[in-house]
């Protein structure tokens, strides 16, 4: 399964809500990512035309934050914390049962484009150490069984 | 006026507000050490070398970002600061590759010397250079990014400078570097290979892409880049006898500053190119190798016997704009006065000459200075079919940094050029519909101008050119609609106008009234001879404005003077002690008619290319095998010195001594880098021999010699009557 065509019509509308914003940018590329799921290459030179930036300053930012991706990701993206409180709580076997499961590696993205693994520096919830993330979901206090019925359970909602 | 005092160093400082620390140290002779810092560039802060401690508050900062504050206590170089200071260069040597025996930058490498500023030898850290893959497939510059210390000279020279937006920062941390969109190669980026970045380097990440690898230059000399109207000032690097490389000369009251182009920065490897080295002779029909004396006596004897046979009109002079100014004034004075005709010209220029010309008659030579400087600060600029980012490529850059600063752009332009984007109103124009626009545009303005006023006053009445135009008609002949006119017209509004145009404009029929009404125009917007405005003619070749000054024309003398004008004309019987004839002299295109039919019975051509420049190449040919003799003086062999009787080999632009006068009207004065391959010579020299074989009593020794006369004789190019020199400080 291949992500979608970027659709140009919705690209436009979203740049057009933004043009006129001070300081556009980053709400621009945030609702383009929030949307597509990724920010489509080709949609640098049309954002960087409509705030009068270069393409390449565009590019630089999307670049610089972790948050923004030039590539297609899955449809679930799951973030492992490897933070400190969850390093010392074993994040480390956490991750690599993830690895296994899913069969990717850090930055990957699954060939259905289902799933993306992540590693984030901190998701915020240390006292829910070791966690992780899936989309907008949290998951903590983690144990390689809870990892696997997790995973589990959104490989099932795949296939019903 | 308000300062404010400081202390750097134990030294009592004031300096007016908003200056960095980093400037009022070096105001005052105080030494701090920078990588990224460059005056031409907006400060930024990226390699913390420039640190300095305020003693008051105990706290480390950048000091080319912080702003100077009262009783402030600067230190510069406490032990502290200079143990912060090795550290930041340590860690910038650690991820630096041990390259620098092959390193192209050498010597000349900020790192390397800053390293040895601050004493570190072995950096005693663990090494962890960044490997990037070195970029080199496109044909003028290297990247070798591993060498980057991520100061962010070249974006923003890339950004600021020559506005083009190529580069900027990728990523982050260790891996961040610079990056074209969509990390591509460069010559697949909208780089334009200017090399602005290369010179601002302080590493050897960026280097100029050279055939063989040669190392630091031995020295390094300032000359004026010959390749447009333009006039850089460059400093070139030698190695032994020839250029390794060319980079702007950095000095700020240049044209060019920090800024080169394509054309200036990288093809001087050309040079390597077969040149003439030896005059030559056609002796039974082949051209062979002879010395300066016999062929020099054989131009003079052959000219001489020519012109006693047949008279003086028999004789021609093919000059170019490419010339400097003393050869130009040197060979038209063989012309004028040894040979006694005014069949002089240089054909490659003629247009643009012709609307110097057109300026110069219509405000009385008023307009004849125009500093590009003025196009990134003034208010409104009309550019008329031309495309400057292709011609003079550092006047663009000019005009998109003045742009981004808020001056508005108008382009009326038959098609679209790289300037577009920059402009506030573009309008695509039937070719040769310029008159009829212009008329548009002023029409649209007048009215409003007269509608303001009640009436128009009588003053604006005269200005019958504009009064009623009939601007359904305009928009018909120039094939754009009504709203975009108005809209260029609402961009030019109330606002003083410069006007960049090129030689096309004189290729329609009413190309001359094409110029009166662009004069109009500013005339109306009271724009015309003002300190903020220009009329800019782009120049194609190096010397235009010179070679009409200096007379290289059929019809005109030195100094603009026209050959019809009595007075002028007694003036320079007077100077030069001959008698003038008031008789127009033949153009280049003449020449060659006049060939054709046999009454042409020599031509000396110097540094021009008859081929390149008149149509009809076949015709020209003929033209030139029918002549008795043919002299050209040239730097490289090609179809014209097969032809020729005899070939002088001359000398390219720094090779040789002599000025320039660029497209603003600076005079600038070079001296030789290098000296001329073989046998070949300056070309003044050349010609200074020439005048004494053709019996011209003075010797012209010494390019010094002509210069003077050119101040004494000419008094637009004396100074202080003495001598010239660049008229922008």
Same mark, same amino acid.
């Given at each position: 399964?291949?992500?979608?065509?970027?659709?140009?019509?919705?690209?436009?509308?979203?740049?057009?809500?933004?043009?006129?914003?001070?300081?556009?940018?980053?709400?621009?590329?945030?609702?383009?990512?929030?949307?597509?799921?990724?920010?489509?290459?080709?949609?640098?030179?049309?954002?960087?035309?409509?705030?009068?930036?270069?393409?390449?300053?565009?590019?630089?930012?999307?670049?610089?934050?972790?948050?923004?991706?030039?590539?297609?990701?899955?449809?679930?993206?799951?973030?492992?914390?490897?933070?400190?409180?969850?390093?010392?709580?074993?994040?480390?076997?956490?991750?690599?049962?993830?690895?296994?499961? %899913?069969?990717?590696?850090?930055?990957?993205?699954?060939?259905?484009?289902?799933?993306?693994?992540?590693?984030?520096?901190?998701?915020?919830?240390?006292?829910?150490?070791?966690?992780?993330?899936?989309?907008?979901?949290?998951?903590?206090?983690?144990?390689?069984?809870?990892?696997?019925?997790?995973?589990?359970?959104?490989?099932?909602?795949?296939?019903? | 006026?308000?300062?404010?005092?400081?202390?750097?160093?134990?030294?009592?400082?004031?300096?007016?507000?908003?200056?960095?620390?980093?400037?009022?140290?070096?105001?005052?002779?105080?030494?701090?050490?920078?990588?990224?810092?460059?005056?031409?560039?907006?400060?930024?802060?990226?390699?913390?070398?420039?640190?300095?401690?305020?003693?008051?508050?105990?706290?480390?900062?950048?000091?080319?970002?912080?702003?100077?504050?009262?009783?402030?206590?600067?230190?510069?170089?406490?032990?502290?600061?200079?143990?912060?200071?090795?550290?930041?260069?340590?860690?910038?040597?650690?991820?630096?590759?041990?390259?620098?025996?092959?390193?192209?930058?050498?010597?000349?490498?900020?790192?390397?010397?800053?390293?040895?500023?601050?004493?570190?030898?072995?950096?005693?850290?663990?090494?962890?250079?960044?490997?990037?893959?070195?970029?080199?497939?496109?044909?003028?510059?290297?990247?070798?990014?591993?060498?980057?210390?991520?100061?962010?000279?070249?974006?923003?020279?890339?950004?600021?400078?020559?506005?083009?937006?190529?580069?900027?920062?990728?990523?982050?941390?260790?891996?961040?570097?610079?990056?074209?969109?969509?990390?591509? !190669?460069?010559?697949?980026?909208?780089?334009?290979?200017?090399?602005?970045?290369?010179?601002?380097?302080?590493?050897?990440?960026?280097?100029?892409?050279?055939?063989?690898?040669?190392?630091?230059?031995?020295?390094?000399?300032?000359?004026?880049?010959?390749?447009?109207?333009?006039?850089?000032?460059?400093?070139?690097?030698?190695?032994?006898?020839?250029?390794?490389?060319?980079?702007?000369?950095?000095?700020?009251?240049?044209?060019?500053?920090?800024?080169?182009?394509?054309?200036?920065?990288?093809?001087?490897?050309?040079?390597?190119?077969?040149?003439? =080295?030896?005059? %030559?002779?056609?002796?039974?029909?082949?051209?062979?190798?002879?010395?300066?004396?016999?062929?020099?006596?054989?131009?003079?004897?052959?000219? %001489?016997?020519? @012109?006693?046979?047949?008279?003086?009109?028999?004789?021609?002079?093919?000059?170019?704009?490419?010339?400097?100014?003393?050869?130009?004034?040197?060979?038209?004075?063989?012309?004028?006065?040894?040979?006694? =005709?005014?069949?002089?010209?240089?054909?490659?220029?003629?247009?643009?000459?012709?609307?110097?010309?057109?300026?110069?008659?219509?405000?009385?030579?008023?307009? @004849?200075?125009?500093?590009?400087?003025?196009?990134?600060?003034?208010?409104?600029?009309?550019?008329?079919?031309?495309?400057?980012?292709?011609?003079?490529?550092?006047?663009?850059?000019?005009?998109?940094?003045?742009?981004?600063?808020?001056?508005?752009?108008?382009?009326?332009?038959?098609?679209?050029?790289?300037?577009?984007?920059?402009?506030?109103?573009?309008?695509?124009?039937?070719?040769?519909?310029?008159?009829?626009?212009?008329?548009?545009?002023?029409?649209?303005?007048?009215?409003?101008?007269?509608?303001?006023?009640?009436?128009?006053?009588?003053?604006?009445?005269?200005?019958?050119?504009?009064?009623?135009?009939?601007?359904?008609?305009?928009?018909?002949?120039?094939?754009?609609?009504?709203?975009?006119?108005?809209?260029?017209?609402?961009?030019?509004?109330?606002?003083?106008?410069?006007?960049?145009?090129?030689?096309?404009?004189?290729?329609?029929?009413?190309?001359?009234?094409?110029?009166?009404?662009?004069?109009?125009?500013?005339?109306?917007?009271?724009?015309?001879?003002?300190?903020?405005?220009?009329?800019?003619?782009?120049?194609?070749?190096?010397?235009?404005?010179?070679?009409?000054?200096?007379?290289? %024309?059929?019809?005109?003398?030195?100094?603009?003077?026209?050959?019809?004008?009595?007075?002028? @004309?007694?003036?320079?019987?007077?100077?030069?002690?001959? @008698?003038?004839?008031?008789?127009?002299?033949?153009?280049?295109?003449?020449?060659?008619?006049?060939?054709?039919?046999?009454?042409?019975?020599?031509?000396?051509?110097?540094?021009?290319?008859?081929?390149?420049?008149?149509?009809?190449?076949?015709?020209?040919?003929?033209?030139?095998?029918?002549?008795?003799?043919?002299?050209?003086?040239?730097?490289?062999?090609?179809?014209? =010195?097969?032809?020729?009787?005899?070939?002088?080999?001359?000398?390219?632009?720094?090779?040789?001594?002599?000025?320039?006068?660029?497209?603003?009207?600076?005079?600038?004065?070079?001296?030789?880098?290098?000296? !001329?391959?073989?046998?070949?010579?300056?070309?003044?020299?050349?010609?200074?021999?020439? =005048?004494?074989?053709?019996?011209?009593?003075?010797?012209?020794?010494?390019?010094?010699?002509?210069?003077?006369?050119?101040?004494?004789?000419?008094?637009?190019?004396?100074?202080?009557?003495?001598?010239?020199?660049?008229?922008?400080?």
């Amino acid at each position: 399964m291949k992500p979608k065509e970027t659709d140009w019509n919705q690209l436009f509308s979203i740049i057009e809500k933004h043009k006129h914003e001070k300081w556009g940018l980053i709400p621009l590329l945030q609702d383009i990512q929030e949307s597509f799921g990724y920010i489509p290459p080709d949609s640098i030179e049309p954002v960087a035309q409509a705030l009068n930036m270069f393409p390449s300053q565009v590019q630089g930012v999307i670049t610089f934050y972790a948050g923004f991706t030039l590539k297609p990701r899955g449809k679930y993206v799951i973030r492992c914390c490897r933070g400190t409180a969850c390093h010392v709580k074993g994040s480390r076997s956490i991750l690599r049962l993830m690895k296994k499961e %899913l069969g990717l590696e850090e930055g990957e993205t699954s060939e259905d484009y289902q799933f993306t693994l992540e590693t984030v520096a901190c998701l915020g919830a240390c006292f829910l150490a070791p966690t992780m993330m899936v989309n907008r979901d949290y998951f903590g206090k983690l144990s390689p069984t809870k990892v696997n019925s997790v995973l589990s359970q959104y490989k099932k909602s795949e296939k019903c | 006026m308000e300062t404010i005092a400081l202390i750097i160093d134990n030294k009592k400082i004031s300096c007016p507000p908003g200056t960095s620390i980093l400037e009022a140290a070096q105001q005052n002779g105080i030494k701090i050490p920078t990588l990224c810092y460059h005056p031409d560039l907006k400060p930024f802060g990226a390699c913390r070398l420039c640190l300095v401690e305020d003693e008051n508050t105990g706290r480390l900062m950048a000091s080319c970002v912080t702003p100077v504050a009262p009783n402030m206590s600067i230190r510069t170089d406490s032990p502290d600061i200079k143990r912060h200071r090795r550290n930041i260069v340590r860690l910038m040597m650690a991820e630096h590759p041990e390259s620098c025996i092959v390193c192209n930058k050498g010597n000349r490498c900020q790192l390397r010397a800053i390293a040895a500023q601050l004493g570190i030898g072995e950096t005693k850290l663990y090494s962890m250079p960044n490997y990037k893959p070195l970029e080199q497939a496109n044909e003028f510059i290297v990247r070798d990014l591993s060498k980057c210390i991520l100061c962010g000279k070249c974006i923003r020279a890339d950004h600021e400078l020559v506005v083009v937006g190529a580069i900027d920062y990728n990523h982050r941390g260790f891996i961040s570097r610079p990056a074209t969109v969509h990390e591509q !190669p460069l010559e697949k980026s909208n780089c334009i290979f200017c090399g602005t970045c290369v010179s601002l380097c302080p590493t050897g990440a960026l280097s100029p892409k050279t055939e063989y690898y040669v190392g630091t230059p031995e020295r390094e000399s300032r000359s004026v880049c010959g390749f447009c109207g333009v006039g850089c000032s460059v400093t070139m690097g030698v190695v032994g006898d020839q250029i390794a490389e060319v980079s702007p000369s950095h000095v700020r009251t240049s044209v060019n500053g920090s800024t080169l182009c394509v054309r200036g920065h990288f093809p001087h490897e050309f040079l390597k190119a077969e040149r003439l =080295t030896q005059p %030559l002779l056609r002796k039974d029909g082949e051209p062979a190798p002879a010395s300066w004396e016999e062929s020099l006596e054989i131009v003079s004897t052959r000219i %001489l016997d020519i @012109r006693k046979q047949y008279g003086p009109q028999s004789v021609a002079f093919i000059g170019s704009s490419e010339c400097n100014n003393e050869e130009a004034y040197l060979f038209q004075k063989i012309a004028r006065v040894l040979v006694e =005709t005014n069949n002089v010209d240089n054909p490659r220029a003629a247009y643009t000459q012709a609307v110097l010309r057109r300026i110069d008659e219509k405000t009385n030579g008023r307009c @004849r200075k125009n500093p590009l400087a003025r196009l990134e600060n003034g208010d409104a600029v009309f550019i008329l079919n031309a495309d400057p980012g292709e011609m003079n490529t550092v006047a663009s850059f000019y005009l998109k940094r003045g742009s981004r600063k808020g001056v508005s752009l108008v382009m009326a332009n038959p098609v679209r050029t790289e300037l577009t984007a920059f402009s506030s109103a573009f309008l695509e124009i039937r070719p040769q519909s310029e008159f009829e626009l212009i008329k548009g545009i002023g029409a649209l303005l007048y009215e409003e101008q007269a509608t303001e006023n009640g009436c128009a006053s009588p003053e604006m009445q005269q200005r019958s050119l504009f009064s009623d135009t009939d601007l359904d008609k305009v928009c018909q002949a120039a094939g754009v609609n009504m709203d975009s006119l108005k809209q260029a017209a609402n961009v030019l509004r109330g606002k003083k106008v410069s006007v960049v145009t090129g030689d096309e404009i004189m290729l329609a029929e009413n190309g001359a009234e094409t110029v009166n009404a662009l004069l109009e125009l500013m005339a109306m917007t009271q724009s015309l001879g003002k300190e903020d405005t220009g009329f800019y003619v782009l120049a194609k070749a190096c010397n235009e404005t010179g070679a009409y000054d200096m007379g290289l %024309l059929p019809d005109a003398l030195p100094g603009r003077q026209l050959l019809s004008d009595d007075s002028a @004309r007694k003036h320079w019987e007077d100077t030069w002690k001959v @008698r003038l004839s008031p008789d127009q002299g033949l153009s280049a295109v003449r020449m060659i008619e006049e060939a054709e039919k046999g009454n042409l019975k020599a031509l000396y051509i110097l540094r021009e290319n008859p081929f390149e420049i008149l149509p009809d190449p076949d015709r020209v040919r003929k033209a030139l095998e029918n002549l008795d003799f043919m002299v050209v003086q040239d730097i490289f062999p090609g179809e014209l =010195t097969e032809m020729a009787d005899v070939v002088l080999p001359g000398a390219a632009f720094f090779e040789k001594g002599g000025s320039f006068t660029n497209m603003e009207g600076r005079i600038q004065v070079f001296e030789p880098v290098v000296s !001329p391959p073989g046998e070949a010579r300056q070309d003044w020299e050349i010609l200074g021999h020439l =005048t004494a074989k053709l019996g011209h009593s003075e010797p012209y020794d010494s390019v010094e010699k002509i210069k003077q006369e050119i101040a004494r004789v000419i008094p637009m190019y004396s100074e202080d009557g003495r001598t010239y020199g660049d008229w922008i400080r």
